[in-house]
């Protein structure tokens, strides 16, 4: 069949169709349309990212301009936040880095390249702190939790009297991200980044804020970092970190019982860093000792003669002579000494006690008072006292606390996240029930067309007759050939009405032929 004999018959159909039946049909196809069109867009609308937020109004106004020059898709939030679809966000974000954006709000050495030749030497020293101060706030810009940053230097003018010279100085306020905190190795970071970077300014000249106006540093340096009873600040760092771990162990335990929010946890360790070393020379005895040395003499004497006698003695010493005739005497002599020299068992001691024992330990824990009403104080004092160590002999000293907490900025919160996230859901609810009632009310009028089209076959086998005819019919009865005698009158009425021309020159043709 070709192509031509389809459009026939679909034209041959739509001819034979009423008004009302051409508005059904029109109106279930643009409906269909229209949801076939939502449906496309909303499955090929891409989804969009973040790009940069908190931008400055000078840093969103470039991008915008450098996105639509590279034709990308972008959508606005308000004045700081820029979106593009989030397919593109990591390629994209390259591309408006090698622009050298965004630059945060200040001016680095670039400002060298808007000058002229006739800029003063004023000028030159004010544009070189700008740029300074703009680059170092960029590059503390980069920590991860820092939002952004700002420098502030002041460089005095060399003076000819080196006791009257003034030293360099500078503040630092940083805006960290929402969540995150710096830890005071950042904070020093901070610091000797700037010192480093300006001649002749020293740490101890340098004071970091946040914007809440809060110090977070002060002067320091190796000879002023005895912050806490002569603590330096190694030993200073290692009792933070010690007090922090506690508090935490402490509060994930709570928080695991109560809720989150629940509790607040503070912990003070006074920490002993003496080290001491003790060296011992302990002697211990032997059951099976071992000889070291050993040394024997033997004195042995037999013979004849008088042996010496008498009171101890020059004279009972010396010798006696037999007398001519007299018979002497025998005699003998034996002697044996024996000396031994046993090894000692001996043990060297040489004890370092490392640093850092506890010396005091104080924790103090803030309750919520909805949180302990099926709790005892008791029960909870026990567990942390535990978990801590703490020992009241050593004198430390644990308090438990309940007292109700401000809780109105957290169901502030709560409420605008719930708002949120109805909002979000209305909005998804939304496009489903649009798509839902497109679908039934296109089935709706299809099914009404249908069952229309039915009725309409069902009765093309009758013959076409007027509605008189048909009321007639009912009222009285009539023969075959009476019947077949009106409906052929009716036929050709119908025909005349329909095709006058026709039946005119047929009539004309039968007039002519008669003739």
């Given at each position: ?5 389809v459009f ?5 159909a ?7 039946q ?7 196809v ?11 867009y909303?499955?090929?609308r891409p989804?969009?990212?973040v ?13 915008v ?5 590279q034709?990308?898709?972008y ?13 593109m966000?990591?390629e994209?974000?390259?591309q408006?880095?090698?622009?050298g954006l965004?630059?945060?709000g200040?001016?680095?050495?670039e400002i060298?390249d ?5 800029v ?21 810009s ?15 003018e060399p003076?000819l009297y ?5 030293p ?17 190795n950042?904070?020093?970071g ?37 912050l ?10 290692s009792q ?17 019982v ?10 003070s ?14 002697y ?8 070291r040395?050993?040394?024997a ?7 004849e ?9 020059v004279?009972s ?6 007398s001519?005739?007299?018979?002497g ?8 000494d024996?000396?031994?020299?046993y ?6 001691e040489?004890?370092?006690e ?22 005892q ?5 026990n ?7 703490t020992?009241?002999e050593?004198?430390d ?8 907490f401000?809780?109105?900025w957290?169901?502030k919160?709560?409420k605008?996240?719930?708002a949120?996230q ?10 489903i029930?649009?798509?839902v009632i497109?679908?039934?009310v ?12 039915k009725?309409?076959e ?5 013959p076409k007759?007027?509605?008189?005819i048909?009321?007639a019919?009912k009222?009285e ?25 026709e039946?005119?020159?047929m ?5 002519t032929s008669?003739e």
């Amino acid at each position: 069949m070709a192509i031509t004999d389809v459009f026939k018959q679909i034209q041959t159909a739509w001819g034979k169709l009423n008004l009302n039946q051409k508005l059904i049909i029109g109106l279930t196809v643009l409906i269909l349309l229209i949801a076939v069109i939502s449906l496309s867009y909303w499955a090929v609308r891409p989804s969009y990212s973040v790009l940069f937020s908190e931008l400055s109004s000078d840093d969103a106004a470039s991008i915008v301009s450098m996105l639509k020059e590279q034709n990308v898709s972008y959508r606005l939030k308000g004045n700081s936040v820029i979106e593009v679809p989030s397919n593109m966000v990591y390629e994209t974000r390259l591309q408006v880095a090698a622009e050298g954006l965004p630059k945060g709000g200040v001016i680095g050495f670039e400002i060298f390249d808007q000058g002229g030749l006739s800029v003063s030497e004023f000028t030159q020293k004010l544009n070189y702190r700008r740029g300074l101060e703009g680059e170092l706030s960029r590059t503390i810009s980069q920590l991860s939790e820092i939002q952004g940053a700002r420098v502030h230097i002041v460089i005095p003018e060399p003076s000819l009297y080196e006791e009257e010279e003034k030293p360099a100085t500078a503040s630092i306020v940083l805006k960290t991200k929402a969540g995150s905190s710096l830890s005071q190795n950042k904070v020093q970071g901070v610091v000797h980044l700037v010192a480093s970077s300006v001649e002749g300014l020293k740490p101890e000249n340098i004071t970091v804020l946040d914007t809440s106006g809060a110090l977070l540093s002060e002067a320091t340096g190796d000879s002023e970092t005895s912050l806490q009873a002569g603590l330096t600040k190694t030993q200073l760092e290692s009792q933070m970190a010690y007090e922090n771990k506690l508090e935490k162990s402490v509060q994930s335990m709570l928080e695991k019982v109560l809720g989150i929010n629940k509790s607040v946890v503070r912990v003070s360790a006074e920490l002993d860093f003496t080290q001491k070393q003790t060296e011992s020379e302990i002697y211990e005895p032997s059951d099976d000792p071992v000889i070291r040395s050993e040394q024997a003499s033997k004195e042995k004497y037999s013979g004849e003669g008088a042996s010496s006698s008498g009171v101890p003695g020059v004279d009972s010493n010396v010798s006696t002579y037999p007398s001519t005739g007299t018979e002497g005497t025998s005699s003998s002599y034996s002697k044996t000494d024996t000396t031994k020299n046993y090894e000692v068992t001996k043990r060297l001691e040489h004890e370092i006690e490392p640093p850092g024992e506890i010396k005091r330990l104080s924790v103090a824990v803030i309750i919520d008072s909805t949180a302990m009403e099926k709790i005892q104080t008791e029960v909870i004092k026990n567990t942390i006292a535990a978990a801590t160590g703490t020992d009241e002999e050593r004198g430390d000293v644990l308090t438990v606390s309940s007292v109700p907490f401000d809780t109105s900025w957290a169901e502030k919160e709560t409420k605008e996240i719930e708002a949120f996230q109805r909002q979000e859901l209305y909005k998804n609810i939304g496009k489903i029930a649009a798509v839902v009632i497109l679908i039934a009310v296109a089935a709706f009028v299809l099914f009404r067309l249908l069952s229309g089209k039915k009725k309409e076959e069902g009765f093309e086998f009758l013959p076409k007759q007027p509605l008189g005819i048909s009321l007639a019919a009912k009222e009285e009865e009539l023969t075959p050939e009476e019947m077949e005698k009106r409906e052929v009158k009716e036929e050709v009425k119908r025909i005349a009405k329909e095709k006058p021309g026709e039946v005119a020159q047929m009539l004309k043709s039968w007039l002519t032929s008669k003739e």
